[in-house]
Structure formats: C-alpha cells, structure tokens
C-alpha cells in the first residue's frame, strides 16, 4: 500500500469534528488501476475519525491478500441472490460480466450510525443507482448525502501495467478493462468531481477539498 509522507498532507489538515455536520457518502469510481482503493485507505489511516471504508458484496474469490469484510464480503452466488430478494441492496451490478457486486443497505446505515463518512468504491452502474437514492427520492435515508468523484485514468500504458500486477489477470483480463475505460469515461457527465491522475498524496489533498466544500453546501 502506498503511505502518504508525513510531510505531504499534515495529520492536522482535519481535526476531529472539523466541519463534521452531516454523514455523507463519497462514492468513489474509476478504471482498474486508477488508485480508488489507495485513496480510500490513505483517508481511513490518516482521518479515520471521520471516515470508514464500506465494504461491498462480492461474488469474486479473493485475491491471496485479500480478507473477507475488510476488503469485500466474499458470498457464493445463491447467497447474493437471496439477499437481492430481500431487498438488501441499495445499489448492485454485473462488473466486466462476470461477479455480482453489491453494497447493503445495513453497510452503510452502520456508518451513519457510528457519525462517519462512508467512502464506497463503485462502477458506474453502481454510482448512477445510489446517486439516484440520494438525488430523487425525499424520503429516503440516503436522500442528499451522495457526493460522487471519478478518478480519471493514467495513460493507457501506465494503466495496462498496473492492471498486468494484479493477481490472476489474463491477457483478455486486460483488454476488456481498457476497451471499458473508454465507456466509464462516458459516464463521467453524471459524477460531481473528475479528480486528475496525480500522486497519492495530492490526491487525497484533492479529497480533503471536496471534503471540506461538501460539508459548507447547504442541504
């Protein structure tokens, strides 16, 4: 995992309570490789008093370092679709064709209950179902409390290579996520902020902005 240098983002730059009026939801989305899951991380190890990572519901096997319900919950099939049933979701999809991903509505009420940010990572399937909650829908829980960022690719080299050090990626892997780069860059008109390729560490400065601006809107 890519650290933060102590000197690039000063553990200060948000203090406890700072701003902190209401519970929001920073969906995160981005190509494969775009640094979402590095980012959320860096903001859970430095500024966990306001934000908490919510883990999604996954068909996918684990990778070897992966652990069920700190990077997803690992079901089979039939167990995703009884919780579909029971209308468990707020939001699920298909990824590149294959898993199912979901993310429950009791995930995130388990955020809010404990007065964090959630920070959920999500295709833009996914992002345009829980934005439609929080924009359309007066009397859900959810209502307002989306803010939805898009992590804007690398260079298609760069990308290819950090796809190739993933685990268990074939090469029809990798050219089926860079054929649907160019599809989620599409969707991108629907997403509040388009964050820039940079490093880590200005990346979460970006995040901090946003932050601090979306707790000021008037809701």
């Known amino acids: 995992m890519n650290r933060v240098p102590s000197e690039s983002v000063p553990r200060h730059a948000v203090r406890a309570g700072e701003l902190q009026s209401i519970a929001l939801i920073f969906i995160i989305s981005g190509p494969t490789g775009a640094g979402k899951t590095t980012l959320c991380r860096s903001l859970v190890n430095r500024y966990g008093h306001l934000f908490t990572y919510a883990v999604t519901t996954t068909t996918r096997p684990p990778r070897s370092r992966e652990i069920d319900g700190r990077d997803y919950y690992f079901v089979d099939r039939p167990t995703f679709q ?3 049933s029971r209308n468990a979701f707020c939001e699920h999809s298909i990824v590149h064709g294959q898993h199912l991903y979901g993310l429950t509505r009791d995930e995130l009420r388990r955020h809010f209950v404990a007065g964090k940010n959630a ?5 833009l399937c996914g992002a345009t179902a829980l934005q ?14 989306a803010v939805s960022l898009f992590l804007l690719p690398p260079p298609l080299d760069e990308l290819r290579t950090r796809i190739k050090q993933r685990e268990n990626v074939t090469v029809e892997d990798i050219e089926r996520r860079l054929r649907s780069v160019r599809d989620e860059l599409r969707g991108t008109v629907n997403y509040d902020y388009l964050l820039p390729p940079t490093t880590t560490a200005n990346a979460l400065r970006n995040f901090l902005h946003i932050y601090r601006a979306e707790q000021m809107r008037r809701r």
């Open 82 to 84: 009884d919780l579909l």
């Open 119 to 123: 920070l959920v990572t999500m295709d």
């Open 132 to 145: 439609k909650l929080s924009r359309t829908e007066p009397n859900h829980p959810f209502y307002g409390r």
